[in-house]
Each structure stands twice: as C-alpha cells, then as structure tokens.
C-alpha cells in the first residue's frame, strides 16, 4: 500500500495567514492527490482533486500543487471557516490511502 | 442533487455483525462507484472497499474476509456487511461517491457513528 505522510498534524495560525500543508506518497502517484477539508461536525468535503483542480463551489484562496511524491496545499489568506482538519489522498493505485491529517487551529 | 446518506445501528455486540446502508440520490449506482471509509474516534480516514458501477467489488485488504459490500440498484443502495466486529470497529462510517474521471470521492454521506460495545 501507499503510505501517505501529512504534514505537519497541527498548525496554528492566524485570520489572513497564508499557510501550506505537504503530503509526501512512498512512491509517485502520477498526480493522482486530492484534499479534503473536515469540519468539526464530521462533514467531508472534497477542495482539490488531481492535484491542482478545484472543487466547483471551493473559494479560489484554496490551491493545490505538487508532482511524483510531494504535494502541496496552499490557503492564502485564513478565513474563519478555513479552521477545520486537512487530510491528502491518494488514488493512483488500490487501496486508495489518507494522510494522517491537519489540524488548522486558531492562533 | 446529489445525496448519500447512511443509516445503521448506534451499538453493536463485540463479535456481531455490522450492517449499514448507503441511500443515495441524484445519481446512479450503474454509473458512479460508492466507496465506503470510516473514521475511528479521534483518528484520520481508512479506506473500506468499493461497489463499482458495473456491480463489482474491491475490499481492503486490511479487512480480510470480514468484509462484504452488496447493492440493490432499484432502490439505489449499496449496503456494507462485517462480521467478528471488535471494539477497535468503533467508528463513524462514511460512503463516498467517486468521481469517473479523476479518482476522488466527490461527494460524502454525513456518516454514521457505530459503537462497539463489549
């Protein structure tokens, strides 16, 4: 299986921070890295699949990059709504594998 | 619009079986695959299996034969069956539909939470 390495697991910051969150895959993915966003109620929702395409309906303050192993996403300006977990994805191969997540707390 | 929603027991015995459905809306099972993920209390995401479009399955391995997921393509359900269920099973499952062309989960199901009580 693909082990995906998130990091960092937290990361405090602050309102109009500009922050970055990595995801390194144990082998290349082919660009095959999505990022979802949970909130604390438990809801999923998906922000950039396939590396750097942005969900429909997701602020343009979200961005993803990144290639072979190493990926990348990028807020560039916190909003409130923004302090919520972070986790990658891999699915260039079976089983599809997570991150172990980021938590975006309030500075 | 597109909907998953799923539904199961809060409270299963150590070493009984869990079921949980998958009811969906918007989109069709022989079009769209579902996928099943759960989340452990205070943990990250792990991946289940998956019923695909064409009625096929995959499982993760992890799960070995405890795991079995089935549909019913008139009442748009994909149903999730594991046996032997242990308390380390507590978790929130969550089915997903994934995305045809690019291999994400596009839309999820607000989850169900199970507890695993001995």
């Known amino acids: 299986d693909i082990q995906m390495t998130q990091t960092p697991s937290s990361m405090p910051a602050s309102l109009g921070e500009r922050v970055t969150i990595s995801c390194r895959a144990s082998?290349?993915?082919?660009?095959?890295l999505n990022w979802y966003q949970q909130k604390p109620d438990g809801t999923i929702k998906p922000l950039i699949y396939?590396?750097?395409n942005l969900q429909s309906g997701v602020p343009s303050r979200f961005s993803g990059s990144g290639s072979g192993t190493d990926y990348s996403l990028t807020i560039s300006s916190l909003e409130p709504e923004d302090f919520a977990m972070y986790y990658c994805?891999?699915?260039?191969?079976?089983?599809?594998?997570f991150g172990a997540g980021t938590k975006l707390e309030l500075k | 619009q597109v909907q998953l929603k799923e539904t199961g027991p809060d409270l299963v015995q150590l070493t009984q079986t869990l079921s949980i459905t998958c009811t969906v809306s918007?989109?069709?099972?022989?079009?769209?695959?579902v996928h099943w993920v759960r989340q452990p209390p205070g943990k990250g995401l792990e991946w289940m299996g998956a019923?695909?479009?064409?009625?096929?399955?995959d499982y993760n391995s992890a799960f070995k034969s405890r795991l079995s997921i089935s549909r019913d393509t008139s009442k748009s359900q994909v149903f999730l069956k594991m046996n032997s269920l242990q308390t380390d099973d507590t978790a929130k499952y969550f089915c997903?539909?994934?995305?045809?062309?690019?291999?994400?989960?596009?839309?999820w199901g607000p989850g169900t939470m199970v507890t695993v009580s001995s």
């Open positions: 396939y590396t750097s």
């Open positions: 918007g989109f069709s099972l022989t079009t769209y695959n």
């Open positions: 994805q891999q699915y260039d191969s079976s089983p599809p594998t």
């Open positions: 019923m695909w479009n064409g009625g096929g399955t």
């Open positions: 082998q290349g993915i082919s660009n095959y």
């Open positions: 997903a539909r994934r995305d045809g062309s690019y291999w994400y989960f596009d839309f």
